[in-house]
């Protein structure tokens, strides 16, 4: 595997850890500093972005497997 499609696939990870650590974050923000139900919309917005990120990280892991 080449340098450069290595260091793509290191720094994609790295920006999908980024934006899940902020969106956790941001999740456990929510949560802790508002405790009404009329955000409970913002919160399970941030939730599935959150899912969706981690879904697309799972992915990535398992191409990195079957490639090596």
């Given amino acids: 595997m080449s340098?450069?499609?290595?260091?793509?696939?290191?720094m994609k990870r790295h920006n999908l850890d980024c934006l899940i650590e902020n969106l956790r974050d941001i999740l456990n923000d929510i949560c802790v500093t508002i405790d009404d139900v009329e955000n409970d919309n913002e919160k399970l917005i941030v939730s599935r972005c959150l899912d969706e990120l981690i879904v697309e990280y799972m992915k990535q892991n398992r191409k990195e497997k079957m490639l090596n």
């Fill in 3 to 10: 340098k450069n499609i290595l260091c793509c696939k290191n």
